[in-house]
T-cell receptor, first 113, second 115 residues
């Protein structure tokens, strides 16, 4: 079972609407959680990084939340634009041990006019 | 800054051939990461270096894969011999510090096709 689960797998929304993407994880001991945006054919770009003590972080129209108790994170996109069409990947780091990065399979967002 | 530079951008090779992927990290970054991405498995960390030293190579799939970082501005990922199941996009990323929780900056990737 993947230690990082993202939902939904894909999402289609109208331009201008808001949306929320979910990331649930079981990784322990938790170090930090990152959200990446990946445009088709390009490398991922970091949107936010949150550590245990942070429960919200914004980057423009993107706002990430973290509930370390329930091991859930969300990425909220406000007033979506066509350029928001991309895959959004949640990555959770573990404090110790080898191979301490755990990746979600991503949510594919399509914004239509 | 030009960002992380990877070459080649595309590589098509026959099964059994040696493949070498190259990466130039952002100047001043001392951590470098190699990732593989496929539709089936998503993004996977293969290996990462800190100050040119391999720190964690537990993600390297098997002995056919090897990575080197001879200096702070260059790294290679080699597959010998290549197999069709190695077909994927290979990303290199760099960051300041030990890689957590600093931002990682990804290159454009190398799309490898093994026939």
């Amino acid at each position: 079972k993947n230690q990082v689960e993202q939902s939904p797998q894909s999402l289609i929304i109208l331009e201008g609407k808001n949306c929320t993407l979910q990331c649930n994880y079981t990784v322990s001991p938790f170090s930090n959680l990152r959200w990446y945006k990946q445009d088709t054919g390009r490398g991922p770009v970091s949107l936010t990084i949150m550590t245990f003590s942070e429960n919200t972080k914004s980057n423009g129209r993107y706002t990430a939340t973290l509930d370390a108790d329930t091991k859930q994170s969300s990425l909220h996109i406000t007033a979506s634009q066509l350029s928001d069409s991309a895959s959004y990947i949640c990555v959770v780091s573990r404090q110790t041990g080898a191979n301490n990065l755990f990746f979600g399979t991503g949510t594919r967002l399509t914004v239509i006019p | 800054d030009a960002g992380v530079i990877q070459s080649p951008r595309h590589e098509v090779t026959e099964m059994g051939q040696e493949v070498t992927l190259r990466c130039k990290p952002i100047s001043g970054h001392n951590s470098l990461f190699w990732y593989r991405q496929t539709m089936m498995r998503g993004l996977e960390l293969l290996i990462y270096f800190n100050n040119n030293v391999p720190i964690d190579d537990s993600g390297m799939p098997e002995d056919r894969f090897s990575a080197k970082m001879p200096n702070a501005s260059f790294s290679t990922l080699k597959i010998q011999p290549s197999e069709p199941r190695d077909s994927a996009v290979y990303f290199c990323a760099s960051s300041l510090g030990g890689g957590s929780p600093h931002d990682q900056y990804f290159g454009p990737g190398t799309r490898l096709t093994v026939t």
